[in-house]
């Protein structure tokens, strides 16, 4: 008897320590999405369990009020908020900005909403696919579906309400698109009187605005000088408007130029170089330009021609030189050894096949958010003292981190971000944000 109960003790002890390591084993467990690494702790959660506390199967479907916010009617207006501190933004994280987007509420009619299907090149190529205009608002040019539906940019409730997300993604820099007065893109039509509206809405929520100069017919060195005045006279003394410190303490405006490379070097130099014709160095419109690098052969371009410093903007990796992850440090060495400031451009996938139906090749699948893991990942391998974002809302080209949701009609089924919440890309942001904000104190140590 005496043995029997000895058995039976040495059993429950063997179970009871099984048990116990069992328990410290599962305690030491990490996930292994690839974020972990970059953001230890952060795990997004199913749209259902995060609402309700609860696990939640993949084949759970959303809540209806999420699928019915994707009306295209305006966003309700939203009451003010005092004005947060700076410490809930960082200055080092730029986003691409974009504000054609029109209703016929406000606009009279829609605009790049119903963004016409774009040829080919090739006309054998291009007859294989569809023509014509997008037909909102259930039929948009874009893959995936805004949760504020098809909005207008003039709306001041739709600008309140990004303002509010860009903050919950901790983006302390919008990059506006800009076009000088009266002129725009194809597809749509002046905005630039939004400037006032946008740096207003800026401020209340501590984020800053700058300025990435389109390429717009006529362009060249001569008429961005004529722009970069314009918007320093008329912009510049907003407590919104962006200044970048050098380190030699100089506080300094700060502009991206899009396709830089359209203009020849030489003509850029007479702007950008302190003997230029017209140059703007060393004169109250001084400012740090950004050159758009896509070929590695515009590396040496940039420099002689007097750029500050490269970004990359497309968000699909592979698509350019300039765009592949691999390449960045190769770029960031270059830029190093020229005292050239290196801006990688990150992005949550790249889909435009609902304007370009014959560029599927260019697609890049977000991979529930991995996608944008690994290019946040790529940036701070690299160490850059800023990145950009692209983007807040091309969703033509399904970059967006703007929240959408899911949206199914009668002849179309959008992308979404399910599991996850319409909030998933502004989330991963912040958290991103974060831990790049500690790793770049460990650089300065």
């Not at 260019?362 to 940036?379: C, D, M, P, S, W």
């Not at 974002?389 to 009609?409: C, D, L, M, R």
């Amino acid at each position: 008897m005496v043995r029997l109960r000895r058995r039976a003790c040495l059993a429950l002890f063997l179970c009871a320590l099984f048990v116990f390591g069992t328990l410290m084993a599962l305690r030491t467990l990490k996930p292994s999405d690839g974020f972990s690494a970059l953001a230890p702790g952060l795990q997004l959660q199913p749209l259902a369990a995060r609402r309700h506390g609860v696990a939640a199967g993949d084949g759970e479907e959303p809540p209806r009020a999420e699928v019915q916010a994707a009306s295209h009617q305006p966003a309700a207006p939203r009451s003010p908020q005092p004005a947060p501190g700076p410490e809930g933004v960082s200055s080092a994280l730029h986003a691409f900005y974009y504000t054609w987007y029109g209703t016929p509420r406000f606009d009279s009619r829609y605009l790049h909403w119903d963004h016409v299907m774009v040829p080919h090149w090739d006309p054998k190529i291009s007859a294989s696919y569809p023509k014509g205009r997008h037909s909102p608002p259930d039929d948009l040019g874009a893959s995936f579906y805004p949760a504020l539906g098809p909005y207008s940019s003039r709306d001041p409730a739709v600008l309140e309400e990004h303002m509010t997300q860009l903050r919950a993604a901790a983006i302390g820099v919008v990059v506006l698109s800009w076009y000088p007065p009266g002129l725009a893109d194809d597809n749509g039509e002046p905005s630039e009187s939004l400037v006032p509206f946008i740096l207003d809405a800026a401020h209340r929520y501590a984020i800053k605005v700058t300025f990435h100069i389109q390429p717009y017919k006529g362009r060249d060195d001569n008429t961005v000088h004529k722009n970069v005045k314009y918007i320093l006279d008329r912009y510049g003394t907003h407590e919104a408007f962006y200044r970048y410190k050098t380190s030699m303490g100089r506080s300094l405006p700060l502009f991206y130029i899009y396709d830089s490379y359209l203009t020849p070097p030489e003509a850029w130099a007479n702007l950008l170089t302190p003997s230029g014709s017209h140059s703007l160095r060393n004169t109250p419109y001084d400012a740090i330009f950004i050159a758009l690098l896509v070929d590695e052969g515009h590396k040496h371009d940039i420099l002689s021609a007097g750029y500050d410093g490269i970004y990359t903007y497309f968000a699909s990796n592979g698509f350019s030189y300039g765009s592949s992850h691999q390449n960045w440090k190769a770029i960031k060495a270059f830029c190093d050894a020229n005292n050239l400031l290196f801006i990688p451009s990150v992005g949550p996938g790249y889909i435009d096949t609902s304007i370009r139906p014959w560029n599927n090749h260019n697609t890049r699948n977000r991979v529930n958010g991995k996608y944008y893991e690994t290019a946040l990942q790529a940036a701070l391998t690299v160490r850059p003292e800023i990145v950009s974002i692209t983007s807040f809302n091309e969703w033509h080209e399904g970059t967006q981190i703007e929240k959408a949701v899911p949206k199914k009609t009668l002849t179309r089924l959008y992308l979404d971000y399910l599991p996850h919440q319409p909030d998933m890309y502004l989330e991963l942001t912040r958290r991103w944000a974060e831990h790049y904000s500690k790793e770049k104190e460990q650089w300065l140590m």
